[in-house]
Protein backbone atom coordinates (compact mmCIF):
# COMPACT_ATOMS: atom_id res chain seq x y z
CA UNK A 1 0.00 0.00 0.00
CA UNK A 2 1.62 2.99 -1.49
CA UNK A 3 1.99 6.09 0.99
CA UNK A 4 0.66 8.63 -1.74
CA UNK A 5 -2.86 7.69 -3.24
CA UNK A 6 -4.19 7.66 -6.52
CA UNK A 7 -6.72 6.47 -7.83
CA UNK A 8 -6.23 2.81 -9.82
CA UNK A 9 -8.16 3.48 -13.14
CA UNK A 10 -9.11 6.48 -15.17
CA UNK A 11 -10.67 6.83 -17.99
CA UNK A 12 -11.52 9.61 -20.96
CA UNK A 13 -12.98 10.14 -24.60
CA UNK A 14 -10.41 11.80 -27.16
CA UNK A 15 -10.85 15.20 -26.36
CA UNK A 16 -11.75 14.78 -23.14
CA UNK A 17 -10.04 16.51 -20.04
CA UNK A 18 -9.57 13.90 -17.17
CA UNK A 19 -7.57 14.59 -13.80
CA UNK A 20 -5.62 12.30 -11.79
CA UNK A 21 -5.34 13.21 -8.06
CA UNK A 22 -2.54 12.47 -5.89
CA UNK A 23 -3.18 12.60 -1.81
CA UNK A 24 0.01 12.32 0.62
CA UNK A 25 0.42 14.45 4.26
CA UNK A 26 2.61 16.88 5.56
CA UNK A 27 5.60 15.39 5.96
CA UNK A 28 5.66 14.63 2.20
CA UNK A 29 3.67 16.49 -0.27
CA UNK A 30 2.85 19.36 2.44
CA UNK A 31 6.72 19.81 2.65
CA UNK A 32 8.07 18.64 -0.54
CA UNK A 33 7.25 19.57 -4.20
CA UNK A 34 5.39 16.67 -6.52
CA UNK A 35 6.64 14.90 -10.10
CA UNK A 36 4.42 13.22 -12.00
CA UNK A 37 5.83 10.34 -14.59
CA UNK A 38 4.22 8.82 -17.53
CA UNK A 39 4.86 5.03 -18.30
CA UNK A 40 3.97 3.78 -21.52
CA UNK A 41 3.79 0.07 -21.90
CA UNK A 42 6.56 -1.62 -21.92
CA UNK A 43 8.73 1.16 -21.45
CA UNK A 44 10.78 3.52 -18.55
CA UNK A 45 9.15 5.93 -17.24
CA UNK A 46 9.46 9.54 -18.48
CA UNK A 47 9.05 12.78 -16.28
CA UNK A 48 5.79 14.60 -17.30
CA UNK A 49 5.88 17.28 -14.71
CA UNK A 50 8.40 18.79 -12.31
CA UNK A 51 8.68 20.38 -9.11
CA UNK A 52 4.15 20.80 -9.23
CA UNK A 53 3.33 22.38 -12.14
CA UNK A 54 6.88 22.85 -14.37
CA UNK A 55 7.13 21.01 -18.16
CA UNK A 56 10.16 19.53 -19.18
CA UNK A 57 10.84 20.42 -22.37
CA UNK A 58 9.22 18.27 -25.32
CA UNK A 59 6.25 17.52 -22.86
CA UNK A 60 2.78 19.07 -24.90
CA UNK A 61 1.00 21.68 -23.04
CA UNK A 62 -1.82 19.68 -22.68
CA UNK A 63 -0.44 17.91 -19.62
CA UNK A 64 -0.48 20.15 -16.15
CA UNK A 65 -0.23 19.68 -12.80
CA UNK A 66 -0.79 21.16 -9.50
CA UNK A 67 -0.54 21.33 -6.03
CA UNK A 68 -2.63 22.15 -2.94
CA UNK A 69 -1.65 21.50 0.33
CA UNK A 70 -1.25 17.78 0.88
CA UNK A 71 -2.87 16.62 -2.11
CA UNK A 72 -1.63 17.42 -6.06
CA UNK A 73 -3.55 16.82 -9.00
CA UNK A 74 -2.30 15.97 -12.81
CA UNK A 75 -4.44 17.37 -15.51
CA UNK A 76 -4.86 16.05 -19.52
CA UNK A 77 -6.60 18.33 -22.05
CA UNK A 78 -7.83 17.54 -25.24
CA UNK A 79 -7.00 13.64 -24.15
CA UNK A 80 -5.54 11.47 -27.14
CA UNK A 81 -4.65 7.99 -27.86
CA UNK A 82 -1.17 7.93 -27.44
CA UNK A 83 -1.65 9.50 -23.99
CA UNK A 84 -2.84 5.59 -22.55
CA UNK A 85 -0.68 5.25 -19.97
CA UNK A 86 0.50 4.49 -16.14
CA UNK A 87 0.71 7.68 -14.65
CA UNK A 88 2.51 7.96 -11.22
CA UNK A 89 3.40 10.65 -8.68
CA UNK A 90 6.62 11.14 -6.57
CA UNK A 91 7.54 13.43 -3.64
CA UNK A 92 10.45 13.44 -1.21
CA UNK A 93 9.54 12.65 2.41
CA UNK A 94 11.23 14.97 5.38
CA UNK A 95 13.04 11.76 6.13
CA UNK A 96 14.93 11.74 2.34
CA UNK A 97 13.24 9.01 0.67
CA UNK A 98 11.28 9.01 -2.24
CA UNK A 99 7.40 8.07 -2.09
CA UNK A 100 5.64 6.85 -5.37
CA UNK A 101 2.28 6.93 -5.66
CA UNK A 102 0.55 3.04 -6.38
CA UNK A 103 -0.55 4.55 -10.30
CA UNK A 104 -2.96 5.12 -12.33
CA UNK A 105 -3.69 3.55 -15.29
CA UNK A 106 -5.29 5.54 -18.12
CA UNK A 107 -7.58 4.29 -20.60
CA UNK A 108 -8.70 6.24 -23.72
CA UNK A 109 -12.12 4.86 -24.61
CA UNK B 1 21.64 15.06 -23.55
CA UNK B 2 22.21 12.50 -20.94
CA UNK B 3 21.74 8.65 -21.65
CA UNK B 4 21.50 6.11 -19.26
CA UNK B 5 22.63 2.46 -20.37
CA UNK B 6 21.85 -0.37 -18.20
CA UNK B 7 23.61 -4.32 -17.91
CA UNK B 8 21.40 -7.14 -19.17
CA UNK B 9 18.72 -9.13 -18.05
CA UNK B 10 19.78 -11.75 -15.08
CA UNK B 11 18.55 -14.88 -13.67
CA UNK B 12 19.50 -15.61 -10.23
CA UNK B 13 18.85 -17.96 -7.08
CA UNK B 14 17.45 -17.72 -4.09
CA UNK B 15 19.65 -16.28 -1.43
CA UNK B 16 22.30 -14.53 -4.42
CA UNK B 17 23.46 -11.74 -5.04
CA UNK B 18 22.74 -9.44 -8.25
CA UNK B 19 24.98 -6.28 -9.22
CA UNK B 20 23.23 -3.97 -12.00
CA UNK B 21 25.22 -1.29 -13.66
CA UNK B 22 24.17 1.97 -14.96
CA UNK B 23 26.81 3.81 -17.54
CA UNK B 24 26.12 7.37 -17.99
CA UNK B 25 27.04 9.68 -21.54
CA UNK B 26 26.43 12.17 -23.10
CA UNK B 27 26.45 14.84 -19.62
CA UNK B 28 27.94 15.59 -16.46
CA UNK B 29 27.70 12.37 -14.16
CA UNK B 30 29.85 13.26 -10.84
CA UNK B 31 27.05 16.10 -9.70
CA UNK B 32 23.62 14.41 -10.52
CA UNK B 33 22.45 11.67 -8.22
CA UNK B 34 21.74 8.53 -9.32
CA UNK B 35 18.53 6.79 -7.88
CA UNK B 36 17.41 3.30 -8.43
CA UNK B 37 13.92 2.22 -8.81
CA UNK B 38 12.60 -1.06 -8.85
CA UNK B 39 9.17 -2.42 -10.38
CA UNK B 40 7.72 -5.71 -9.13
CA UNK B 41 5.54 -7.55 -12.10
CA UNK B 42 2.25 -5.86 -12.95
CA UNK B 43 3.11 -3.56 -10.03
CA UNK B 44 4.18 0.42 -8.76
CA UNK B 45 7.19 2.06 -8.40
CA UNK B 46 9.49 1.30 -5.74
CA UNK B 47 12.46 3.88 -4.65
CA UNK B 48 15.62 1.93 -3.52
CA UNK B 49 18.19 4.34 -2.85
CA UNK B 50 20.52 6.93 -4.15
CA UNK B 51 23.52 8.41 -4.46
CA UNK B 52 25.82 11.55 -5.80
CA UNK B 53 29.09 10.46 -7.49
CA UNK B 54 30.91 13.20 -6.35
CA UNK B 55 30.09 13.05 -2.30
CA UNK B 56 30.14 9.17 -2.77
CA UNK B 57 27.80 8.27 -0.23
CA UNK B 58 24.51 6.28 -0.38
CA UNK B 59 21.10 7.00 0.67
CA UNK B 60 18.82 4.31 1.16
CA UNK B 61 15.06 3.08 1.81
CA UNK B 62 14.58 1.79 5.08
CA UNK B 63 12.85 -1.55 3.44
CA UNK B 64 16.16 -2.31 1.91
CA UNK B 65 18.82 -1.15 4.28
CA UNK B 66 21.43 -3.28 4.98
CA UNK B 67 20.65 -5.55 1.82
CA UNK B 68 21.39 -2.63 -1.22
CA UNK B 69 24.55 -1.35 -1.65
CA UNK B 70 24.52 1.49 -4.19
CA UNK B 71 28.27 3.08 -5.26
CA UNK B 72 29.14 4.85 -8.43
CA UNK B 73 32.55 4.73 -10.31
CA UNK B 74 33.16 8.67 -11.62
CA UNK B 75 36.14 7.69 -13.94
CA UNK B 76 33.99 5.17 -15.73
CA UNK B 77 30.54 7.62 -15.18
CA UNK B 78 28.93 4.05 -14.06
CA UNK B 79 26.71 3.39 -10.94
CA UNK B 80 26.26 0.38 -9.42
CA UNK B 81 23.35 -1.28 -7.26
CA UNK B 82 23.79 -4.09 -5.37
CA UNK B 83 20.83 -6.48 -3.63
CA UNK B 84 21.71 -9.28 -1.36
CA UNK B 85 20.18 -12.04 0.10
CA UNK B 86 18.04 -12.30 -3.25
CA UNK B 87 14.18 -14.21 -2.72
CA UNK B 88 11.82 -14.33 -5.33
CA UNK B 89 10.02 -11.06 -4.19
CA UNK B 90 13.03 -9.55 -5.58
CA UNK B 91 11.74 -10.04 -9.32
CA UNK B 92 11.43 -7.24 -10.58
CA UNK B 93 12.64 -4.47 -13.51
CA UNK B 94 15.33 -2.38 -11.59
CA UNK B 95 15.82 1.14 -13.49
CA UNK B 96 18.44 3.89 -12.54
CA UNK B 97 17.56 7.51 -12.78
CA UNK B 98 19.59 10.63 -12.43
CA UNK B 99 18.67 13.60 -10.28
CA UNK B 100 17.24 16.49 -11.57
CA UNK B 101 19.42 19.24 -9.21
CA UNK B 102 22.95 19.19 -9.37
CA UNK B 103 24.51 18.54 -5.96
CA UNK B 104 21.00 17.65 -4.29
CA UNK B 105 19.88 13.98 -3.93
CA UNK B 106 16.24 15.67 -3.90
CA UNK B 107 14.19 16.14 -6.99
CA UNK B 108 13.44 14.98 -10.04
CA UNK B 109 14.09 12.03 -11.98
CA UNK B 110 15.08 12.70 -15.54
CA UNK B 111 15.98 10.41 -17.88
CA UNK B 112 15.69 6.72 -16.81
CA UNK B 113 17.88 3.86 -17.76
CA UNK B 114 15.98 1.45 -20.13
CA UNK B 115 15.48 -1.07 -17.04
CA UNK B 116 17.12 -4.29 -15.83
CA UNK B 117 14.98 -7.31 -15.57
CA UNK B 118 16.39 -9.36 -12.66
CA UNK B 119 14.24 -13.07 -12.02
CA UNK B 120 15.27 -14.97 -8.76
CA UNK B 121 14.19 -17.80 -9.69
CA UNK B 122 15.44 -22.02 -7.84
Known amino acids: QSVLTQPPSASGTPGQRVTISCSGS????????VNWYQQLPGTAPKLLIY???QRPSGVPDRFSGSKSGTSASLAISGLQSEDEADYYC??????????FGGGTKLTVL | QVQLVQSGAEVKKPGSSVKVSCKAS????????ISWVRQAPGQGLEWMGG????????NYAQKFQGRVTITADESTSTAYMELSSLRSEDTAVYYC???????????????WGQGTLVTVSS
Open chain 2, 97 to 111: ARGGIAARLVGWFDP
Open chain 2, 26 to 33: GGTFSSYA
Open chain 2, 51 to 58: IIPIFGTA
Open chain 1, 26 to 33: SSNIGSNT
Open chain 1, 51 to 53: SNN
Open chain 1, 90 to 99: AAWDDSLNVL
